[in-house]
């Protein structure tokens, strides 16, 4: 099969840069482990439910379900895999499953060797996640397989001329929870009818993270009554409009977390500030409001951090795609972002209801954060049409758990 030719192809090409490119290193010595780990931690006897994502963000949108089958079903045991590393590293220590791996390549001889060793008895794959031999060789084994926070567009492989046999592997799916009713009317006119509109359990997530956000004496002391904006998940050419305008604006505290924390990275940060600055790693309480810029030089505070903030910048618009819209519109603050943003319904939505502004160059960002800073009646009603748009858009994680036969 031509498929399965292209991902022998495509593993070989990944093995042989390995030795040169760290992620595709850590992604064959975590596939290599994935049958060993299988081997050590599956218990016979018991029931796995396996949950696929691709990434991080993947899992963001899959742990809600993972949590509530673990509180309210505790008698499956939870199967994670994850095919990057940028979601493996940082989750393969997760205490809600109970067996984290890499998803080996989808060849024949792959898809073999991990249901034998998993034997789930259902499976959960994510957004974006269609395995071809995967998922067929589930439907052969009877294994249900459902996907979670789907969404589809015109221009995927399925629904273009040349996609017309490998639209095949829909037919392998159980039902497909959508996030919306475009997505429900694509697949309908390839006679797939098992679908459920619920929406984007990723809403339920920031919930949750805003219910159990952590109190951060450091931010809160370099806060200190003052204006602060966040901007998350950053990139160089989102840092080129922010830190500019930042250090144009005295009256203007600055939380300022990279998406990339590196050495050389938070050089480059510092190289372009002119006001007084401090590292989240190197701050202390008594002096750390002293600064007025305070980068966050490590990783997992962000999602509690944007609760200081009264305005939000979300970066990877100026690049390949914004990154978490509603991590920080959870909060009830304005967020903005670059252009770069079709592809993400909620960041489409809350555009298009004025709780998220979109800007593409400097000017464009200087006019903005200007009109917000000097008019808090503005600043308060894109805040509160951004809170107002998660909490509505919430409980698709309660619609799944209605249709799933546990």
């Known amino acids: 099969m031509m498929y ?22 850590l992604m064959v010595k975590g596939q290599w482990n994935t049958f060993r780990i299988l081997r050590k931690k599956i218990l016979r006897g018991e029931k796995y439910v396996w949950f696929h994502a691709a990434s991080l963000g993947e899992f963001e949108q899959g742990r809600p379900l993972m949590e509530r089958l673990r509180r309210e079903h505790p008698e499956y045991k939870i199967l994670l895999t994850f095919f990057s590393p940028s979601g493996y590293e940082v989750r393969k220590d997760y205490e809600g499953a109970d067996v984290v791996c890499y998803l080996p390549f989808d060849t024949p001889g792959n898809v073999r060797s991990f249901l034998r060793l998993a034997r789930p008895c259902m499976a959960f794959f994510i957004k974006y996640e269609f395995w071809n031999n995967y998922l067929h060789a589930c439907r052969r084994r009877h294994i249900p397989v459902y996907s979670v926070s789907s969404i589809f567009r015109e221009n995927q492989v399925f629904f273009r001329w040349y996609g017309r046999s490998y639209s095949d592997v829909l037919r392998c799916v159980a039902h497909f929870f959508v996030q919306n009713e475009a997505s429900r009317e694509l697949l309908a006119r390839k006679g797939i009818t098992n679908v459920t509109v619920v929406g984007d359990t990723r809403f339920d997530r920031v919930i949750d993270i805003r219910r159990q956000a952590k109190d951060l004496l450091l931010v809160e002391a370099f806060k200190q009554g003052r204006t602060v904006q966040v901007a998350g ?13 930042f250090n144009a604006h005295p009256e203007l505290k600055l939380v300022l ?15 372009k500030l002119t006001r007084p600055f401090v590292r ?3 701050a202390r309480p008594e002096t750390v409001a002293d600064a007025d810029c305070l980068i966050i030089d490590c990783y997992g505070l962000l999602s509690s951090i944007y609760r200081y903030g009264e305005v939000a910048y979300v970066g990877g618009g100026f ?11 959870v909060y009830g603050i304005p967020v903005i972002i670059g252009p770069n943003n079709r592809k993400f319904r909620e960041a489409q939505d809350l555009l298009a ?18 009109g917000l800073l000097t008019d808090p009646a503005r600043l308060s009603k894109c805040g509160s049409l951004a809170g107002e748009y998660i909490t509505k858009n919430a409980g698709a994680t309660e619609a799944i758990f209605r249709n799933v036969k546990f």
């Open 257 to 271: 977390a990279p998406h990339v924390v590196s050495e050389d990275h938070l050089r480059e940060i510092e190289g």
């Open 353 to 370: 209801l004025g709780g998220c502004l979109e800007v593409t160059d400097s000017a464009g960002y200087d006019g903005e954060m200007a």
């Open 280 to 282: 989240y790693t190197q």
């Open 233 to 245: 998940s950053s990139w160089p050419e989102d840092e080129d409009l922010i830190i500019p305008f």
């Open 319 to 329: 690049g390949a795609g914004i990154h978490n819209v509603p991590e920080a519109a």
């Open 4 to 25: 399965s030719f292209a991902l022998y192809l495509y593993a070989l090409a990944v093995i042989l840069v390995s030795p040169f490119h760290k992620k595709a290193r």
